[in-house]
Structures are given as structure tokens and as C-alpha cells.
């Protein structure tokens, strides 16, 4: 009777599941594939490996102090960094992001908070297969923060109620 939107949260990527156990703390960026479970704490950036189709999920007592560039994403824990989300992110009720969100899908419970900016990515949806790492610095790109036609991606920023603030 119910039929679940096609663009609603992806099915769990099969492959290993890592977990961060509570009470773990990780010092170090983390590069991974499959799943990342995180319920620690993570002092470091993480970067799911290239051309795969990994999904990171911060549970309530996860916590991560650096940058994520991770296709399949959902927050429930806190971020203190940039959040590059290619696919899908998800974020739930006890989320608390700082830093910008940048996005393809996002899905946002009530409760959740963002002290950053949202800023949308259409660029994403055909970039993400084709992330380039710098060999000088060995940083994981998913693409400029532009549009198609070369102009700034849509952000939040300067928005108040729907109305442009100048």
C-alpha cells in the first residue's frame, strides 16, 4: 500500500563493517571501504576509499573532530569539520554538525543542527565516480563547489526565512 520513495536512504553497502567501539578513541585520518560504524571518538579525517560505495553512520555517543568525504552518510553523533557527502545524507535527531554540509540528498530529522552551511552539489550525482586525489598532497576531491553552467553552487548562506539578505 506504502510504497518507499526510490530517492529515500540507500540500502546498507555490503562489504565489512568497521566499528569504532564507545569508549575508542582513533588519533589519525582513517581511510576505509564498506561500512564505518563510529560510537568512539575520531581525531582525524575520514575518507572513504575511491570509487567505492561506502557508508559511514555516527551513532549518539560517536564523535569526530576532522573532515568527512564519505558517499552514504548519516549523523547522529557530532562532527566538528566538513561534512562532503556525494550520495546521501541523513541527518538524524541528535546530529550536531560544525562546519558545512555539502550535499546531493540530504535528509534532516527534527532536532538535528547544522552551525555551518548546507550548500547543495548537483556536481556530485556525476563526480563522485570519478573523485581525483592530488598526488602532491594526496587529498581527496570531489569536485568544484559549481554548477553545471560554471556559477556558484546554491548555499543557505545569506538566507533568512526564504528571503535573500544582502
Request: glycine share 10%; proline share 3%; charged share 25%.
Amino acid at each position: 500500500m506504502f510504497k518507499k520513495n526510490e530517492k529515500s536512504a540507500p540500502k546498507k553497502p555490503s562489504g565489512v563493517t568497521t566499528l569504532v567501539a564507545e569508549g575508542t578513541e582513533i588519533l589519525g585520518d582513517i581511510r576505509f571501504s564498506g561500512n564505518l560504524e563510529i560510537e568512539g571518538s575520531v581525531k582525524g579525517n575520514i575518507i572513504a576509499a575511491e570509487g567505492a560505495e561506502s557508508a559511514m553512520r555516527i551513532m549518539e555517543s560517536g564523535r569526530v573532530e576532522g573532515d568527512v568525504y564519505v558517499p552514504n552518510v548519516v549523523i547522529n553523533g557530532s562532527v566538528n569539520g566538513e561534512v562532503h557527502s556525494s550520495k546521501y545524507i541523513e541527518l538524524a535527531s541528535k546530529a550536531h554538525v560544525e562546519g558545512n554540509v555539502h550535499y546531493n540528498i540530504i535528509e534532516m530529522v527534527r532536532g538535528a543542527q547544522v552551525n555551518g552551511n548546507l550548500i547543495y552539489n548537483s556536481a556530485y550525482a556525476e563526480e563522485a565516480p570519478k573523485a581525483k586525489r592530488q598526488s602532491s598532497n594526496d587529498e581527496l576531491k570531489f569536485g568544484a563547489n559549481v554548477d553545471k553552467k560554471g556559477a556558484p553552487a546554491k548555499s543557505m548562506k545569506g538566507f533568512v526565512d526564504g528571503k535573500a539578505n544582502a
